[in-house]
């Protein structure tokens, strides 16, 4: 395990029950070098979505526990955020959820010299993410083949 997935591992497992004790759920947690600097973000939503009061409250939670556990060596920046509108589908729970719902699918390489795929989420496994088109047509992606799934955005 890399030492990026165990410090997401680590914050996720600490910040899972202050995140719970709100009353959220805990979507995401990265741990990415942006321009130089490095950032810890969570991700947390509701039903109805989360104010920035919320991320607030989660921040000032958290931040003590960071300070106490200090188990990340480099410097970096913690940000407690929305996943937002198009927030990518990357846990069973997230594909449980949309089951039925539009995806948009983006692979790294082209598959029939497409790589951008929208169809309705038909079924999903450790291995697969399955979507049906308009006309019936389901086919079937490898995880591994799969930059990004999210809900697709109709404007």
Wanted: with cysteine.
């Amino acid at each position: 395990m890399s030492r990026k997935e165990q410090y997401e591992q680590q914050t996720e497992e600490l910040l899972e029950p202050i995140v719970a004790g709100f009353g959220f759920e805990l979507v995401d947690v990265e741990y990415v070098k942006e321009a130089g600097t490095w950032y810890l973000r969570a991700y947390i939503d509701k039903p109805g979505g989360i104010t920035v009061d919320d991320c607030e409250a989660v921040s000032r939670k958290f931040s003590d526990v960071l300070d106490e556990r200090d188990y990340i060596e480099d410097a970096y920046i913690f940000e407690v955020s929305s996943p937002g509108l198009g927030r990518p589908l990357k846990k069973e729970k997230d594909f449980k959820r949309s089951m039925g719902e539009e995806v948009e699918i983006k692979t790294y390489r082209a598959i029939d010299r497409q790589k951008e795929f929208t169809g309705i989420l038909k079924d999903y496994d450790k291995d697969t993410v399955t979507i049906e088109y308009e006309d019936g047509f389901l086919q079937i992606f490898q995880k591994s083949e799969i930059a990004l799934v999210r809900l697709a955005l109709d404007f």
